[in-house]
């Protein structure tokens, strides 16, 4: 909540005439927005702990709570715009009263997880090519990110498609995130959230509709 002075609470009630607000109508209207909210309790202190019911310690039952919020602007001189919030915490703590690894005791509120902007980018489409370029934070599909996943990354993705059937894909990236810790990228420097070094990708994309189905293939390149 935001405690305003008077003064504050006056300003902003001048903003709040007739007058400005049909231009705030107009200034959001066409915006796309899109997200979920998701809650998920996850419990596996039977597991964790040899099936021993009076048992937290080392276990890992959880409150999970997820909400993505994603706005996109409309198309103008090719450029669009989107913009995207998320808040994820996996880790509020469930301890029934007891003593629970990092809190005190009979404190199973947890603490806040992350939240911030998720993506931030301009999309580029131009009319004499099927090409789209997209610049700035932006969710990451490839054999080794998961866009579900918030995987991310900042810099440049470039795709084409004027050959009827292919898409080819570039990017560069000077950061980005993985949700999970995979083997092999911890001598990157990740942490489990964020990769510092540069990512480079190529890719191949072919996709075919025939009578029996879709068939297609991917050759992927990374540095």
Do not use: C, M
């Not at 049909?22 to 996850?42: F, H, M, T, W």
């Not at 806040?112 to 999309?123: C, Q, R, Y």
């Not at 070094?197 to 992927?220: E, N």
Request: proline share 3%; no cysteine; net charge negative.
């Amino acid at each position: 909540f935001l405690k305003l002075s008077l003064a504050a609470s006056v300003a902003l009630g001048a903003f709040s005439t007739a007058s400005f607000a049909q231009p705030l109508e107009d200034a959001i209207k066409g915006i796309d927005v899109s997200g979920y909210l998701r809650y998920r309790y996850n419990d596996d202190r039977y597991d964790a702990n040899e099936f021993n019911k009076d048992s937290v310690e080392n276990s890992n039952a959880t409150h999970r709570w997820k909400a993505v919020a994603d706005f996109k602007a409309p198309v103008a001189d090719n450029v669009a715009f989107n913009f995207g919030i998320l808040y994820n915490n996996e880790s509020q703590n469930v301890n029934h009263g007891n003593t629970y690894p990092g809190t005190s005791s009979g404190s199973g509120s947890g603490k806040d997880g992350s939240f911030g902007v998720s993506t931030f980018n301009a999309v580029i489409t131009p009319d004499s090519t099927a090409t789209t370029v997209i610049i700035g934070k932006q969710r990451l599909a490839t054999p080794v990110t998961n866009a579900g996943d918030d995987d991310r990354g900042t810099g440049i993705l470039a795709l084409n498609s004027d050959l009827e059937g292919f898409t080819f894909a570039a990017g560069a990236f000077d950061s980005w995130s993985i949700d999970d810790v995979h083997k092999g990228y911890t001598s990157g420097g990740n942490d489990g959230t964020s990769v510092t070094k540069p990512l480079y990708t190529l890719a191949g994309i072919y996709g075919v509709d025939t009578d029996y189905g879709h068939f297609g293939a991917q050759l992927w390149g990374f540095y």
